[in-house]
């Protein structure tokens, strides 16, 4: 491979980082701040619950756990009404109950 072929390819290759890069900061912008929440997508959702996405699809077709989808399609949660979730199905212990002994 040449000099001119090497160059054209590295261009090629910084300009495809540079739009994922970008790609990356938005993602991060909006999982930082909707309304002050982080939000959550359908990857964290499976790791967290340890289900597949067709449960996590089944729990938003029941209208179980809220979603909000953004431009680019993609399903995200806010991390407080999936902890509200969580509470609700016994996951996680509710504070706003007194436990029993």
Excluded at 48 to 61: C, D, E, P, S
């Amino acid at each position: 491979m040449d000099n001119k072929n090497f160059e054209e390819w590295m261009k090629i290759l910084l300009s495809r980082f540079d739009k994922i890069d970008k790609t990356l900061e938005r993602d991060n912008k909006l999982k930082d701040c909707f309304e002050g929440d982080a939000l959550l997508d359908n990857h964290d959702l499976c790791k967290l619950f340890g289900v597949t996405k067709r449960t996590i699809a089944r729990y938003r077709q029941k209208k179980l756990l809220p979603y909000y989808t953004y431009d680019n399609g993609r399903v995200y949660y806010k991390s407080s009404e999936v902890e509200k979730f969580m509470k609700k199905k016994g996951h996680l212990p509710n504070n706003d109950q007194p436990t029993s002994l």
